[in-house]
């Protein structure tokens, strides 16, 4: 069962890694004097990071609860 709950807390750090790069690469700064189609895709990719990196830290937490019952 040890073998599990590493593999639950690499799977979240995997997602919060993901969301930290998608939000880097993709969401980034917002645009000064965008228009409005660019403000909405900002929204939605920041969006899409915030959601990864909180069900990674979530995941992770998750693990080290299941970790530490054992």
């Known amino acids: 069962m040890g073998k599990y709950k590493k ?3 690499t799977i979240g750090i995997v997602f919060l890694i993901i969301g ?5 690469f993709f969401a980034g700064i917002p645009i000064q004097y965008a228009s409005q189609e ?3 895709a900002y929204d939605r ?3 899409i990071s915030n959601f ?3 069900s990674g830290i979530l995941i992770i937490l998750f ?3 299941l970790k530490k019952e054992e």
Do not use: A, P, Q, V
């Open 7 to 9: 593999i639950i807390i």
């Open 45 to 47: 990719n920041s969006l």
């Open 63 to 65: 693990g080290l609860i």
């Open 20 to 24: 930290i790069l998608f939000d880097t």
């Open 38 to 40: 660019m403000l909405d």
């Open 52 to 54: 990864l990196m909180i």
